[in-house]
C-alpha cells in the first residue's frame, strides 16, 4: 500500500514569513513529485512539480526533495494571506497514478 | 491552453436519475482522470483513461460508468446514485499517466437527494 502523508495542520504563520510544508512516501520507487494548492470549494491547482534530488524554485516557491529519505518539501517565502490554502503532496511513478497525501491547512495571519 | 473544462457545474439530481458529467481538454494529453473529493478530503481517484485504455478504481461502484469518446472528451455516466456519492467531481489531463493528472478542471459539485 504506498502512503504518503502530511501533517494535517492547522499550520499558522505570520504574513512575510516562510512556510515551510512537509510530506513523506512510502513507495522508494516513486519518480515524480506535485504540489498542489487547494481553496475551499475549488479545484487543486498545480503549483510545483520535481523529479530529480535538490530543490527546483518559482517565484516564491521552491520545493525540495531526498529521495533517500523520502521526502519532498515545499517553502513558500514571503507568506500573504492569499497563500492561506490546503496544500496537496501528491506522488507517483512512472505508469501508475499518483497517491495523494491528506493535505496541510495553511494559515497566513495578517 | 492549460484549461480543462467541465459541465455542469452544479448538479442537483434524485436516486432515480440518470445524468452525465462531461469533461473536455485541448491541450493534446493522452491521460484523462475522474477524481471525486468529498470535504476535507484529498481527491480519490476513480478512473483512468490512458492511450485509450481504461483502468478502474475497483472501489468504485456500478452506478459510476465513464465514457471516453475520443481523446479529448471524458463523460462520467451516473445511475441511481445514493446520497452517500454527494461530492465534488473533478476531471482532470495529464501529458501521460506518469503526472498522474497535472491540470484539473473545476470540477462538478454534485448533490444526491
Known amino acids: 500500500q504506498k502512503e504518503v502523508e502530511q501533517n494535517s495542520g492547522p499550520l499558522s504563520v505570520p504574513e512575510g514569513a516562510i512556510a515551510s510544508l512537509n510530506c513523506t512516501y512510502s513507495?522508494?520507487?516513486?519518480?515524480?513529485f506535485f504540489w498542489y494548492r487547494q481553496y475551499s470549494g475549488k479545484s487543486p491547482e498545480l503549483i510545483m512539480f520535481?523529479?530529480?534530488?535538490g530543490d527546483k524554485e518559482d517565484g516564491r516557491f521552491t520545493a525540495q526533495l531526498n529521495k533517500a529519505s523520502q521526502y519532498v518539501s515545499l517553502l513558500i517565502r514571503d507568506s500573504q494571506p492569499s497563500d492561506s490554502a490546503t496544500y496537496l503532496c501528491?506522488?507517483?511513478?512512472?505508469?501508475?497514478?499518483?497517491?495523494f497525501g491528506p493535505g496541510t491547512r495553511l494559515s497566513v495571519l495578517p | 491552453d492549460t484549461e480543462v473544462t467541465q459541465t455542469p457545474k452544479h448538479l442537483v439530481m434524485g436516486m432515480t436519475n440518470k445524468k452525465s458529467l462531461k469533461c473536455e481538454q485541448h491541450?493534446?494529453?493522452?491521460?484523462m482522470y475522474w477524481y471525486k473529493q468529498k470535504a476535507k478530503k484529498p481527491p480519490e481517484l476513480m478512473f483512468v483513461?490512458?492511450?485509450?485504455?481504461?483502468?478502474i478504481n475497483e472501489s468504485v461502484p456500478s452506478r459510476f460508468s465513464p465514457e471516453c469518446p475520443n481523446s479529448s472528451l471524458l463523460n462520467l455516466h451516473l445511475h441511481a446514485l445514493q446520497p452517500e456519492d454527494s461530492a465534488l467531481y473533478l476531471c482532470?489531463?495529464?501529458?501521460?499517466?506518469?503526472?498522474?493528472?497535472?491540470?484539473f478542471g473545476p470540477g462538478t459539485r454534485l448533490t444526491v437527494t
Open positions: 513507495d522508494r520507487g516513486s519518480q515524480s
Open positions: 501528491a506522488v507517483g511513478s512512472y505508469g501508475q497514478n499518483f497517491v
Open positions: 483513461y490512458s492511450y485509450e485504455k481504461l483502468s
Open positions: 482532470a489531463s495529464s501529458q501521460d499517466n506518469r503526472a498522474g493528472g497535472t491540470y
Open positions: 491541450m493534446g494529453h493522452r491521460a
Open positions: 520535481i523529479y530529480s534530488n
